[in-house]
């Protein structure tokens, strides 16, 4: 069984920073898709950041030019730098990677950001 621990999320004012975290107990590099997503009050969980592959990353529009997703092999952590934060951004971030046919999900990790 593959688990994820997430940390970093907290409290934070509009045009902050906080950085995600996403450990895998085992290796990443076993993982065929890495994400994260978010569930925002009143709405489903959508898709925020992830990799395609070993590169190739994708962003939805709301938080291109304001995050990055990154990946540490070695440590075995995917990692969400968020910058320019917005009180739209508040919600649960949940990472998810994929290995085969399974899904595992982080516990998920609360942001608020205030006005």
């Known amino acids: 069984q593959v688990e994820l621990v997430e940390s970093g999320g907290g409290f934070v004012q509009a045009g902050g920073s906080l950085r995600l975290s996403c450990t895998a107990s085992?290796?990443?590099?076993?993982?065929?898709?890495m994400a994260w997503y978010r569930q925002t009050p009143g709405n489903q969980r959508e898709l925020v950041a992830g990799?395609?592959?070993?590169?190739?990353?994708e962003y939805t529009d709301v938080v291109k030019g304001r995050f990055t997703i990154s990946r540490d092999n070695a440590k075995k952590t995917m990692y969400l730098q968020m910058s320019s934060l917005k009180p739209e951004d508040t919600g649960v971030y949940y990472c998810?990677?994929?290995?085969?046919?399974?899904?595992?999900w982080g516990q998920g990790t609360q942001v608020t950001v205030s006005s």
């Open positions: 998810k990677m994929m290995r085969g046919r399974s899904d595992y």
């Open positions: 085992i290796s990443i590099l076993t993982m065929s898709y």
């Open positions: 990799f395609i592959g070993d590169i190739r990353r």
